[in-house]
């Protein structure tokens, strides 16, 4: 059975930095696109950052360029966001999802909640001094 199950989230002040991680099991992320969304209160869930199945390709919501980073350890089955100088507006429970053979480039078209279909619980990130 598919299974995502994110963790790192957690409370920081207004500058700090967290990691976050999406532990796949009961498959292997290596035919799998992963996106990182997040859904603050009364919000939408919108795309933070994808990133193909190789690692070559990312993109970034122009909210978190220059502060977020995704990669990808297909031998753990696993993919991170890192965040650094995070703000009270990151605040928002955070979600990864999978897509097979997503195509991912470096715009964010394809890094839409339509287009996945796998999704873990998310983690809770509160940025909050």
């Known amino acids: 059975q598919l299974q995502l199950v994110e963790s790192g989230g957690g409370l920081v002040q207004p500058g700090g930095s967290l990691r976050l991680s999406c532990a796949a099991s009961g498959f292997t992320l290596d035919y799998y696109a992963i996106g990182w969304f997040r859904q603050a209160p009364g919000k939408e869930r919108e795309g933070v950052s994808c990133i193909s199945t190789s690692g070559a390709m990312t993109n970034y919501a122009d909210s978190v360029k220059g502060r977020f980073t995704i990669s990808r350890d297909n031998a753990k089955n696993t993919v991170y966001l890192e965040m650094n100088d995070l703000k009270i507006e990151d605040t928002a429970i955070y979600y990864c999802?999978?897509?097979?053979?997503?195509?991912?480039?470096?715009?964010?078209?394809?890094?839409?909640?339509?287009?996945?279909?796998?999704w873990g619980q998310g983690t809770q990130v509160t940025v909050s001094s």
């Open positions: 999802a999978a897509a097979p053979f997503l195509p991912i480039t470096s715009n964010q078209a394809m890094c839409v909640v339509s287009r996945f279909g796998s």
